[in-house]
């Protein structure tokens, strides 16, 4: 079956230059879904949710399947809260909570644009990053809930869902605390191959891949 799957968002998929000179994650999944099928990598390190419409100019007329990993840079902008002071932990969940709608708002529309686009989508979590403890847990706790935004968006509109959380789980999988190593690469890659190769549901349903 002849594909062309799109991948857009962030380095995650852009992810050429923590490599060493390895393949990134677009040429990965062109060696796993064979030559009869092709991969667009329209993402770029460092955008955010709000820039990934512009990469729609880079979706071809011929395109099958859009991928999408974007939110781990809008996460970064909240990364001072882990180290701010607070006079209460209800203090604390209201700050988070805070967070946690203006970014559900911002990923909302931007999967919104995508869905548009009249094609099969899948929406990746972000993973739990390979920070050293106790920044790591803490980390690890907060990313929690603009995941959980993150997946109740793709209920609501109707979009599968790749699970990075589970896809991205030892230190080896990471290149630095935020970006995948080629080995991370080539399990994202692995990922979106078994989502490539599932059958493709009604529009409005939800399945999760890892």
Known sequence: MSRHVVLLGDSIFDNGAYVAGGPDVAQQLREMIGRESSVTLAAVDGESCAMVPKQFAKIPANATHLVVSAGGNDILQHAALLTEQAASFAE?????????????????????????????????????????????????????????????????????????????????????????SERGGMRIASAIRRYLNAETLLPGQTRVFC
Do not use: W
């Open 92 to 180: 604390v969940l209201e700050t988070l909570a805070d967070a946690q709608e203006d970014f559900k708002a911002t990923h909302r529309h931007m999967l919104s644009a995508v869905v548009a686009r009249g094609l099969p989508v899948a929406i990746c979590t972000i993973y739990d990053t390979n920070y050293d403890p106790p920044f790591g847990r803490a980390a690890k706790t907060a990313i929690s809930i603009f995941n959980d935004a993150i997946t109740r968006n793709a209920h609501a509109i109707g979009c599968d869902i790749i699970d990075l959380r589970l896809v991205c789980t030892e230190p080896a999988d990471f290149a630095n605390p935020i970006e995948p």
